[in-house]
Nanobody, 118 residues
Framework: QSQLVESGGGLVHAGGSMRLSCVGS????????IGWFRQVAGKEREGISC????????DYADSIKGRFTTSRDNRKNTVYLQMNNLKPEDTAVYYC???????????WGQGTQVTVSS
């Protein structure tokens, strides 16, 4: 089954850093733009970053611009989301997907919880 698998979530204090990874399982990420998204319970899923298939172009939501960086290593079939200066409002379940729109068919990962304590 083709899917993406996120890892690296957990609990961190405000101001701290965390790196999320998104690995293709039975799915080759090369050739696809990959998006990172997050969702808080009861709210709509938010697209926060996008990286082009070759990694040369990135785009970020205003809410995380300057603090988060997405990158990829196609040799490792992995996309990363480096998160710095985390804030309590960054607390959410984080997902990666093939595609950068919230309506993308994916595949999607199962999500990883990120909790930022104040």
């Amino acid at each position: 089954q083709s899917q993406l698998v996120e890892s690296g979530g957990g609990l961190v204090h405000a101001g701290g850093s965390m790196r999320l990874s998104c690995v293709g399982s039975g799915f080759t990420l090369d050739g696809y733009a990959i998006g990172w998204f997050r969702q808080v319970a009861g709210k709509e899923r938010e697209g926060i970053s996008c990286i082009s298939s070759g990694g040369g172009t990135t785009d970020y939501a205003d809410s995380i611009k300057g603090r988060f960086t997405t990158s990829r290593d196609n040799r490792k079939n992995t996309v990363y989301l480096q998160m710095n200066n985390l804030k309590p409002e960054d607390t959410a379940v984080y997902y990666c997907a093939a595609g950068c729109r919230t309506t993308t068919m994916g595949p999607w990962g199962q999500g990883t919880q990120v909790t930022v304590s104040s």
